[in-house]
């Protein structure tokens, strides 16, 4: 839920049309609100934010949710975890 800062609820369709217009106006792309969950997700676990943080902070239930439809792994993530094993496996650093 959105609200206003006296607790109110707002809208969420006056949200999104606001949220639109302030990405139009900075001369960013326009996003669905919701693509931001995804987003967030995903820079933190690239970040190396602890998935069962992600967790939480999106409001899941359980872990399974938030890895399977949330986060996107890239070529970095990937290229990351490789270093980071070889790392451990050879004695060096990551």
């Known amino acids: 839920m959105v609200c206003r800062v006296d607790g109110t609820p707002l809208h969420l369709k006056l949200f999104s ?24 997700a995903t820079l933190a676990l690239r970040a190396g934010v602890h998935p ?7 409001g899941h239930a359980n872990i399974s949710i ?12 990937q290229a990351a975890a490789a270093a980071q094993i070889a790392a451990l496996v050879t004695g060096g650093q990551a």
Not at 18 to 29: E, N, S
């Open 17 to 40: 049309d606001w949220f639109t217009k302030q990405a139009r106006r900075a001369g960013l792309p326009v996003i669905r609100l919701h693509d931001l969950r995804h987003t967030h």
């Open 52 to 58: 069962r943080i992600v967790q939480e902070r999106l």
């Open 66 to 77: 938030t890895l399977d439809t949330y986060s996107h792994v890239d070529l970095d993530m």
